[in-house]
C-alpha cells in the first residue's frame, strides 16, 4: 500500500488505482432518468466476471451506478440504502434525490485521506416531480447535477455518441435506446467494457430493470 509523503505523488497514485474497466451512463428524461452499464469486471488485463451488475437500487425511487472498484462501491451502496431506508422511516417520505446526492458526496469528502475508488452516478425522480435528476459525485465527493453523464474506462466513446445523439425532453422510451447504443459503442471499442448491457429506468411507476426482450429489440452490435 502506497503511503503518502512528500514527494507529491500521492495523486498520481489515485489515478493509477481507479483506472478499472467499465462504461456507465445515465440520461434525464421529461418523465425519469435512465441509467446503463456493461457487465464486465476487470481485474488490471483479467476478466475476472462477465455478469456483474453495476446499477444499484438504493431505493423504489433511486438509482446508482458504479464504476472502480468493487468492495469499495458495496461499501457505499449499503450506506445510501441503510440512510434511505432511515429517512423513510423517520420522514414517511421518500429522501429527496440531491439530499441522497449530497449524503454521498459527504461520505466520500469524509473518507478523502482513505478514499473510496469509485466514480459514482446517483440519479432518481422526486415525489412531487415527473423530470429526473442526475448527479455525478467523484471520489473526494466533488458533485454536479448533469443533463446525461458517462464514467468509467469507455466514457470518451460513449459521450461521443451521446453529446450527438441527446435531445431535451427525451422520454424514458426513447432514451433508454441511446443508453444501450452509447455503451455498446463503448463496448466496441475500450477493452475493459464487455458482455453485456444492464439498463434501468425509473419514472413515476418506480425502478425497474429492462427485460431482455426489450434490450433485445433494440439493433446493437458489439
Known amino acids: 500500500m502506497y503511503q503518502q509523503g512528500n514527494d507529491n505523488r500521492y495523486e498520481e497514485y489515485i489515478a493509477e488505482h481507479i483506472k478499472k474497466g467499465t462504461t456507465t451512463c445515465a440520461l434525464t428524461c421529461k418523465d425519469g432518468v435512465v441509467l446503463a452499464a456493461d457487465t464486465r469486471a476487470s481485474a488490471g488485463f483479467f476478466i475476472a466476471d462477465k455478469h456483474v451488475m453495476k446499477i444499484q437500487k ?18 457505499l451502496v449499503d450506506i445510501m440504502r441503510y440512510n434511505a431506508n432511515i429517512y423513510r422511516l423517520t420522514d414517511k417520505d421518500p429522501i429527496p434525490i440531491k439530499s441522497a446526492a449530497r449524503l454521498c458526496s459527504n461520505v466520500l469528502f469524509n473518507q478523502r485521506y ?35 453523464i458517462s464514467t468509467g474506462s469507455g466514457s470518451p466513446v460513449a459521450y461521443g455518441y451521446l453529446e450527438t445523439e441527446f435531445k431535451e425532453n427525451l ?52
Open 58 to 75: 438504493i431505493d423504489r425511487h433511486i438509482g446508482m451506478t458504479m464504476a472502480g472498484g468493487v468492495a469499495d462501491a458495496q461499501n
Open 171 to 222: 422520454t424514458v422510451n426513447d432514451a433508454y435506446k441511446l443508453a444501450i447504443q452509447a455503451i455498446a459503442a463503448a463496448i466496441r471499442r475500450n477493452s475493459g467494457t464487455g458482455d453485456g448491457i444492464n439498463v434501468v429506468i425509473i419514472d413515476k411507476d418506480g425502478y425497474r430493470e429492462l427485460s431482455k426482450e426489450m434490450k433485445k429489440a433494440v439493433s446493437v452490435a458489439y
Open 114 to 148: 482513505f478514499p473510496f475508488f469509485v466514480q459514482i452516478i446517483l440519479a432518481g425522480v422526486d415525489k412531487t416531480k415527473e423530470e429526473g435528476q442526475i448527479y455525478n459525485i467523484d471520489l473526494f465527493g466533488s458533485m454536479t447535477s448533469e443533463k446525461f
